[in-house]
């Protein structure tokens, strides 16, 4: 562990560096930046081994500090994983490259031509806690965005996330670019989030991914601007026209298929009229796939049920735990969302158009869904390859945070001797 004072000298160096790549990136060529995610890609699948041997020690030292089921989750990589990740890079640099398209462009009676083009925020700094994954994600997706990005990973996934850094720094190597585009913080002292946080004038945006407890701590203390979700207080609701086999597979693959993710849903609502049939149903499942259910009085007469305290609305579990309340009509249904809700991700289960167009209407949280799992709310399942995290605030990033997402843009102005009158 480095005192507060060697770590501030530290971060300051990874900063500047950080800067200069930055310089590089914003000029590259897309193909150079695409050309390194392959390589990177490549590096991933030939340290396999590598990868999982650090992995191992994360898992271990995770099981000592007693850490839940679903946290666990989160950490392991396996064979399969390492794989899906280097298909993510693939996916990354096989899009569309964002930085320098032209957004809009018009002329003006004043003979001025106008052009709106993306440009890179230049350097993003990414704090996150147990997936390593978000290592390759975040490094592939800045890269793309022509964005030098300075990543701080959790003291869980510290050694996986290290081995996975080495493959991406291979791929920049490789291409001619940086190798400070993508930097990973050797340490797990906490002074080194605080540093980052006050970096203004060196990192353009924090992005936070983790639980409420550190991105509540990066919202209150950062500096420089957030992109950021705090809780993933995810709602399925059942409406009065829900298809029963539809209710049933998205509920039970919203909650069991990865229970740890921020787009695992976290509370079911049930529509009043199908409660003693559809919901009875749906909650006898969850329960049987081994979640704890914990109801409003309505729905305790169902065995195996759990009575649901007033903390269980609004609370974001990340493990097999689900509450569940019968709602009177939709109205409630979506009044119960706006006052526990987070702005994550929403879904209705219904037959009706009606329905789901004032659902969609009346809530606004940055996606809502019909008839489909929760656990869809994922950047690679948007078509973005991969996302640096679901960003639930109001100004410019919404939702997945892609490629796209990281960039701002400048105006180009154009003229042949122009003058103001």
């Given at each position: 562990m480095k005192d507060s004072v060697e770590v501030a000298v530290m971060m300051s160096e990874i900063g500047r560096k950080a800067k200069e790549a930055a310089a590089e990136l914003a000029v590259a060529p897309a193909e150079t930046r695409g050309a390194a995610l392959e390589l990177a890609a490549g590096a991933i699948e030939a340290s396999v081994p590598t990868i999982l041997d650090a992995n191992a020690r994360d898992m271990e030292a995770a099981r000592d500090k007693g850490l839940s089921k679903?946290?666990?989750?989160?950490?392991?990589?396996?064979?399969?994983?390492i794989s899906a990740m280097a298909a993510g890079l693939r996916a990354v640099a096989a899009q569309k490259d964002p930085v320098g398209e032209v957004i809009a462009d018009w002329h003006r009676p004043s003979g001025l031509h106008i052009r709106r083009v993306r440009t890179p925020l230049g350097v993003i700094g990414v704090i996150y806690?147990?997936?390593?994954?978000?290592?390759?994600?975040?490094?592939?997706?800045?890269?793309?965005?022509?964005?030098?990005?300075?990543l701080r990973g959790g003291s869980e996934s510290f050694h996986s996330s290290a081995a996975i850094h080495a493959c991406l720094v291979e791929g920049l190597k490789s291409a001619g670019l940086p190798e400070a585009a993508i930097q990973l913080v050797p340490t797990t002292?906490?002074?080194?989030?605080?540093?980052?946080?006050?970096?203004?004038?060196?990192?353009?945006?924090?992005?936070?991914?983790?639980?409420?407890?550190?991105?509540?701590?990066?919202?209150?203390?950062?500096?420089?601007?957030?992109?950021?979700?705090?809780?993933?207080?995810?709602?399925?609701?059942i409406d009065a026209a829900a298809d029963p086999e539809k209710a049933l597979k998205v509920v039970l693959?919203?909650?069991t298929r990865r229970p740890g993710i921020c787009g695992a849903a976290e509370c079911l609502l049930i529509h009043r009229d199908v409660a003693g049939t559809i919901g009875q149903g749906v909650i006898r499942a969850l329960i049987d796939a081994g979640v704890e259910v914990r109801t409003d009085a309505s729905l305790q007469t169902i065995e195996g049920t759990v009575p649901a305290g007033e903390d269980d609305w609004g609370?974001?579990?990340?493990?097999?735990?689900?509450?569940?309340?019968?709602?009177?009509?939709?109205?409630?249904?979506i009044a119960h969302i706006r006052r526990y809700g987070s702005e994550h991700t929403e879904c209705i289960v219904t037959e009706d158009d009606a329905a789901a167009e004032r659902f969609f209407t009346r809530l606004d949280s940055a996606i809502l869904m019909r008839n489909a799992s929760t656990q869809f709310a994922d950047g690679g399942e948007f078509g973005m390859g991969a996302e640096i995290g679901i960003a639930t605030g109001k100004m410019h990033a919404r939702g997945p945070v892609g490629a796209e997402q990281l960039t701002s843009f400048k105006y180009l102005v154009e003229g042949d001797g122009t003058v103001r009158s």
């Open positions: 679903a946290m666990l989750d989160r950490l392991l990589l396996d064979e399969a994983r806690e147990s997936r390593p994954n978000v290592t390759a994600d975040a490094g592939a997706l800045c890269l793309k965005s022509g964005n030098a990005v300075i002292d906490r002074a080194a989030v605080s540093e980052m946080l006050t970096m203004t004038g060196i990192i353009d945006v924090i992005v936070p991914r983790g639980g409420k407890g550190l991105v509540g701590l990066v919202q209150r203390e950062a500096r420089v601007p957030v992109f950021a979700h705090l809780e993933g207080i995810v709602h399925v609701y693959n919203a909650k609370r974001e579990y990340l493990d097999m735990k689900i509450a569940a309340k019968v709602v009177d009509d939709i109205d409630e249904a």
